[in-house]
């Protein structure tokens, strides 16, 4: 195979895995995707030549690149970051595939190992700092939630390893035409690749026309005031910005209205946490309840707290100018009721390059280019356990800021402590009017399939919407318009079991990967120790 037509390859499998992402993609293609790139491998692997992580890298830099663009629109130092890292990433897995196949199998079998490997790495990819978990393979499904309902059992990841049985079976039938091997066998493959399609298709959609959600309504008021993060957010008095959220709300907002909903920094204010009684915004939304009886009111905020004497401050602590001590900034969510004091929770979920810069001590020197987007910036401090809000008159909630909302497991974790709803507040204004904002409000679909938890969803800029427990969005918002919606969502108590379970099929292929990883290398050292007798 020439080297022309391996490069050719690459690009095909890059060029499909963007072809089938949401929100505009031919979702079917990522049932074919890799297997070009796998089809490179096998080349190289046969005829032992080298080159394997650079084909690959090829392939994840243009399925990043033309997915995840937008990303340049609110700084290109975090997009260049962003595409070369995560490309870089998966190619070291995918490198560690090959070289295991071909110590453990000879390259003859073995790419199941690719499934095992790919899923372990999209696990711990979600729970390290420089966490980018945008692509997982199982969000490529957010736009066609009636073909996933059975991820309230297995979690985006069981469509992660959906997709990953099916290229591989796909490869093995290439293969067996390539090889002459025996028409019984390829029909074998194919029927069961058929099989493997249509019957989680089956399931899911029974349970979709079967699902009936329990009458348990809460009455929720979203409000989007479309404030410009660029122009506008952070040079308009904070007074202005929380005006305009509050005679938004009022449109709808009613006696009977149970949640107020505010979006991620709808709150400009410097808020110190140890004063919270200080706070101008705080004091005028607590007048505003007055208008509601039923109501309590959710909003994003930036805080500040003062480290004690006593605690180690880490990587995300700051230094006051004048007096040497230490204080923490936090991207944080209130949930705030007349008479009955704030809860706090801070976000847990960074994002990387914006609100965290690892301190390890390779990465330490770029701590100090923490991409600005105005407001704080730098490494923030944050939450390490998720976090429910506990109303005295309404029903318990998540509080989920921004990008908390990719990650499946942390979200059960939070509706694990009670909560009967989901809401998300963001600003997806900084990427413009491009995939990014529309790819966010569809794995909100996925939480809520994940959890049969309804969710409410304020954006800043758009889009707002309310999705039920089924994934279906049952009202949304117009991009860049100021906007107020109302909707009566049912909580809902009864716990998945993926709530329950999180990640279970993750910590499985994470056990598995580690013992063949120490094999393979254990079996590699011992045939070259052979080799050199």
Request: aromatic share 14%; hydrophobic share 45%; glycine share 6%.
């Amino acid at each position: 195979m020439k080297t022309s037509l391996l490069i050719l390859f690459s690009v095909l499998s890059g060029l499909l895995l963007f072809a089938s992402w949401p929100v505009d993609g031919f979702t079917p293609l990522i049932f074919i995707a890799l297997v070009p790139l796998l089809l490179v491998q096998q080349y190289l692997g046969d005829n032992n030549k080298k080159g394997v992580f650079w084909y690959s890298w090829l392939t994840f830099l243009i399925w990043n690149v033309l997915t995840t663009w937008w990303i340049w629109n609110s700084t290109p130092m975090g997009a260049i970051m962003a595409f070369v890292l995560n490309s870089l990433f998966i190619s070291i897995v995918f490198l560690l595939y090959h070289h295991s196949k071909k110590a453990l199998f000879n390259n003859k079998k073995g790419a199941f190992i690719l499934l095992i490997y790919w899923i372990t790495w999209e696990f711990l990819h979600m729970n390290w700092d420089l966490t980018w978990s945008w692509l997982n393979l199982g969000n490529v499904f957010a736009t066609k939630h009636t073909w996933i309902q059975w991820y309230e059992y297995t979690g985006s990841l069981g469509g992660t390893l959906w997709v990953l049985t099916v290229n591989i079976i796909v490869f093995e039938i290439v293969r067996c035409i390539q090889l002459k091997i025996s028409s019984i066998r390829i029909a074998s493959l194919i029927i069961t690749t058929i099989i493997i399609i249509v019957v989680p298709l089956i399931i899911s959609f029974s349970i979709y026309n079967g699902y009936k959600e329990k009458e348990i309504p809460v009455e929720v008021v979203v409000v989007q005031p479309n404030i410009d993060p660029y122009n506008d957010q952070y040079s308009m008095p904070f007074s202005k910005i929380m005006d305009i959220n509050l005679d938004l709300a009022s449109k709808l907002a009613t006696p009977t209205t149970n949640y107020i909903v505010f979006p991620e920094s709808a709150i400009q204010e410097e808020i110190w946490e140890g004063y919270l009684d200080k706070s101008t915004s705080i004091r005028n939304i607590n007048l505003e309840l007055l208008k509601y009886s039923n109501a309590s009111l959710v909003t994003g905020a930036t805080t500040y707290r003062t480290l004690s004497d006593e605690e180690t401050p880490t990587n995300a602590a700051r230094s006051f100018n004048n007096t040497g001590g230490k204080y923490y900034a936090f991207n944080t969510a209130f949930l705030i009721e007349k008479q009955s004091g704030v809860q706090i929770h801070h976000k847990s979920k960074l994002t990387p390059g914006v609100e965290i810069m690892p301190s390890w001590w390779l990465l330490k020197p770029f701590e100090r280019f923490a991409i600005d987007l105005g407001g704080t910036t730098g490494t923030l401090g944050r939450e390490e356990n998720s976090v429910a809000f506990f109303s005295n008159k309404n029903e318990p909630v998540s509080p989920i800021i921004c990008y908390e909302s990719v990650y499946g497991e942390f979200v059960a974790n939070s509706v694990k402590l009670g909560s009967g709803l989901i809401f998300v507040i963001t600003n997806d204004g900084w990427w413009g009017n491009t995939p990014g904002y529309k790819q966010h409000l569809m794995f909100s679909v996925l939480r809520s399939i994940e959890t049969r938890r309804s969710v409410a969803r304020a954006a800043n800029t758009g889009v707002s919407a309310f999705i039920n427990q089924r994934g279906d969005i049952i009202d949304q918002t117009d991009y860049w318009v100021p906007a107020v919606i109302k909707a009566t969502l049912n909580a809902n108590y009864k716990m998945t079991y993926y709530t329950i379970n999180g990640d279970y099929i993750a910590r499985g292929a994470t056990f598995i990967s580690s013992l063949l990883i120490l094999i393979s290398f254990t079996q590699g050292f011992l045939r070259k120790r052979k080799s050199l007798v």
